[in-house]
């Protein structure tokens, strides 16, 4: 299987994949083809199958980050699938025996399980509550809370800025 794209890393970009762009919620892979041309990039099939599979993994790996959902949603792009060992270049190595449209979902969902284990709390979704961005949070002391601080982090210091300068709307 190629491993065109480092899995924490198309786990990030599918998950990035519905921006707010000008204040409307969008959908990077909407449009059919460029989406299946992204999919194969990332060392898909490119298929209708596996693009319907990677939008339902997409809309269940975002509800568990965002804690709307819990994990045991992700089952289903688990199911029937296991690991076969082969010896290569004298090492064991683990290859993914799933449907090939499947692949790809399955791949976001244990690179999600992977982060889980290893950097937990790591990816979790932006601070700015009107962006739908996710961040994997590499910083020492595990404080990053925006997507960018380019983006969000200094959007959100100039918003505070402003509403420190005028009457506290109720409820804030
Ligand atoms: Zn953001």
Not at 23 to 38: E, H, K, N, T
Not at 64 to 73: K, L, N, Y
Request: hydrophobic fraction near 40%; charged fraction near 25%; charge should be positive.
């Amino acid at each position: 299987m190629p491993e065109s794209v480092p899995d924490e890393d198309f786990l990030l970009a599918l998950l990035n994949s519905t921006p707010v762009v000008d204040g409307v919620p969008a959908d990077d892979l909407a449009d059919p083809a460029r989406a299946r041309a992204w999919l194969a990039s990332a060392g898909g099939t490119g298929t209708d199958e596996e693009l319907r599979q990677v939008l339902d993994a997409r809309s269940a790996l975002q509800a568990v980050v965002r804690g709307e959902q819990p994990p045991a949603v992700l089952a289903p792009f688990l199911r029937d699938t296991a690991c076969v060992p082969d010896i290569t270049d004298g090492r064991v190595t683990w290859t993914l025996s799933i449907a090939p449209d499947r692949r790809l979902a399955a791949r976001a969902v244990l690179a999600w399980d992977a982060l889980a284990g290893a950097s937990p709390g790591r990816l979790r979704p932006c601070a700015n509550d009107e962006c739908r961005l996710f961040l994997i949070d590499r910083t020492r002391n595990n404080t990053a809370r925006w997507c960018s601080m380019a983006a969000c982090g200094n959007r959100l210091k100039a918003r505070r800025h402003y509403q420190r300068a005028r009457p506290t709307p109720p409820g804030r």
